[in-house]
């Protein structure tokens, strides 16, 4: 067992060389579990440091030697993977620093402090963004939504020059990654005065948005200029819709559970479609929406069904509905990988 699965890991790391040719990467997973053929194991690349989530300690053990060696990480953080995030307490989210480069426990140069609790500096081609690998439940980004995030700027600029502004809507905007890339887009359209792209970013932690806020300062973007809405996405979209507000670009990414004081308890296979009906209501003609989740139990038909149904509420029509695949370091099959669940939809 040993030898096999340290010559799949070996295999798994090489797959990922080719995403690092150009040097513009450095955010990337290195294995993706049974989609690399190693269950429970799952190793992302933060630039220098490694997040580990692992199901089984002893596998972890096992391999620890060859991600030092291999990779020379400057530092390795590891958490227990969690099925039921919401019974665990808040600390137990929080990743452990196991390892730590000899002499690397002063600042480097991508890092705002120590090891004990970074926050790093990443790059995702022309993006980049701050991670903090002790956060908890996630050192916020999601790696997954790489090509995504690139396909909503295309959508941006496409937008911009059909109809000289784009209006995006990222709800449940957690730091902000897909507003970035979005406002990203907007700035190098060069679009004049009277026209643009708006970038509004919802989430129910200001914490979260204030992480955000510093996501758009690294790319040399003025958050000032873009609006950011401390709230319920639900509850936002609702008032949205009664001021007449629409929106070219919308992105529905929400976590499988999230409560607030307005709505309480939102359980994302329960209320995907109410969550895209009120989308669709706001969304301008021939809007494109990005539709995704991270739950295992929520396949991509049923998703599919709930987007129908709730476009059906809203009394809009599917135009088009696209599934996307996930980038080159997310293989696996629909049944153990979140990241292939996904669709773009184009409303009429």
Not at 10 to 39: K, S, Y
Not at 131 to 151: C, E, H, I, K, T
Not at 237 to 251: N, S, T
Request: positive net charge; glycine residues 8%; hydrophobic residues 45%.
């Amino acid at each position: 067992m040993t030898a096999a699965a340290r010559t799949t890991l070996a295999a798994a790391i090489e797959r990922r060389a080719p995403l690092l040719t150009g040097g513009d990467l450095d955010a990337l997973r290195l294995v993706n579990g049974d989609g690399d053929g190693l269950p429970g194991f799952f190793v992302d690349r933060f630039a220098d440091v490694l997040f580990v989530t692992v199901e089984d300690g002893a596998l972890l053990a096992m391999l620890l030697g060859d991600l030092i060696a291999t990779l020379d990480p400057r530092a390795i953080y590891v958490k227990t993977l969690q099925r039921e995030v919401r019974k665990s307490a808040k600390e137990d989210q929080k990743a452990a620093l196991l390892h730590v480069r000899s002499g690397a426990r002063k600042p480097a140069t991508n890092a705002a402090s120590d090891p004990e609790d970074p926050e790093i500096l990443v790059r995702e081609r022309a993006l980049r963004f701050l991670v903090r690998p002790r956060d908890g439940y996630s050192p916020g980004l999601f790696l997954d939504q790489r090509d995504n995030r690139a396909r909503a700027g295309e959508l941006v600029l496409k937008f911009v020059q059909q109809r000289g502004a784009c209006n995006v809507l990222n709800t449940f905007a957690y730091t902000c990654s897909f507003s970035v890339a979005a406002a990203k887009a907007g700035a190098a359209a060069k679009t004049d005065a009277t026209h643009g792209v708006a970038v509004t970013s919802v989430d129910l932690s200001g914490r979260y948005l204030d992480w955000g806020r510093g996501n758009f300062t690294v790319n040399a973007l003025d958050s000032a200029k873009y609006e950011f809405a401390r709230g319920d996405a639900l509850t936002f979209m609702e008032i949205a819709a009664k001021k007449g507000r629409r929106f070219e670009l919308l992105i529905l990414d929400p976590p499988t559970f999230s409560t607030s004081k307005q709505t309480r308890v939102f359980q994302v296979e329960r209320d995907y479609q109410r969550l895209f009906e009120l989308a669709a209501r706001i969304a301008a003609p021939r809007a494109t929406l990005l539709c995704s989740h991270n739950q295992r139990t929520f396949p991509r038909a049923a998703l599919t069904q709930r987007i129908h149904d709730g476009a059906g509420d809203a009394k809009r029509r599917v135009a088009r509905l696209e599934p996307f695949a996930p980038p080159a370091d997310f293989p696996g099959d629909e049944g153990e990988n979140p990241a292939a669940r996904g669709v773009w939809v184009a409303l009429d």
